[in-house]
């Protein structure tokens, strides 16, 4: 026997643990749910898009229950849960058939990139028409950061003014209701 055999047989373990290791570390950012996450778009997040009626979405398991809406939209408004993987709630017309007309995504959704935590820097680099409105400051606690139609848009991302991390993102708008 070599004496130099153990050496290779240890030097052969290493060279496999590190490709392992390499291996996983290029499979894991799958697995955080960044790689998965929906892609919000200016017609829709994943399957729900703008002007879809309600039944077909519960039927195709998108939204819960539809329920009474803001009161500021007034008496027939309604809205509804989005189900799992995302996050947040879709605002129905006040007429049946009712058909989305707004989308507020509070999670799992992402837009080139940025989606909820994402920084105004880090919208407008994904973004470079984005508009950055803080008339909403004082009132809301929020600014809004809208992508206009010939940036890649129509929707806007509300950022909270005391984490400077975006909080919520709305298609086309963010409806203010409290």
Excluded: W
Aim: proline residues 6%; aromatic residues 6%; glycine residues 12%.
């Amino acid at each position: 026997m070599s004496p130099h055999r153990p050496l290779r047989v240890l030097i052969t373990a290493a060279v496999l643990v590190i490709g392992a290791l390499a291996t996983y570390a290029a499979v894991a950012p799958a697995q955080t749910g960044y790689a998965s996450a929906a892609r919000i778009t200016r017609t829709g997040v994943d399957g729900v898009k703008l002007g879809m009626t309600f039944q077909t979405l519960r039927q195709r398991g998108l939204v819960g229950r539809i329920h009474q809406g803001c009161e500021l939209s007034g008496p027939n408004a309604r809205s509804a849960r989005l189900l799992a993987p995302l996050k947040g709630s879709v605002d129905f017309t006040p007429t049946t058939p009712r058909k989305v007309n707004r989308i507020v995504v509070r999670g799992g959704a992402r837009a080139r990139g940025v989606g909820i935590g994402s920084t105004i820097a880090a919208i407008k680099a994904a973004f470079p028409r984005a508009r950055v409105n803080h008339s909403t400051d004082a009132m809301f606690a929020i600014t809004l950061v809208t992508i206009p139609r010939n940036g890649g848009g129509k929707f806007t991302f509300g950022v909270s003014t005391s984490t400077h991390k975006t909080t919520l993102i709305g298609i086309p708008v963010i409806p203010f209701c409290e």
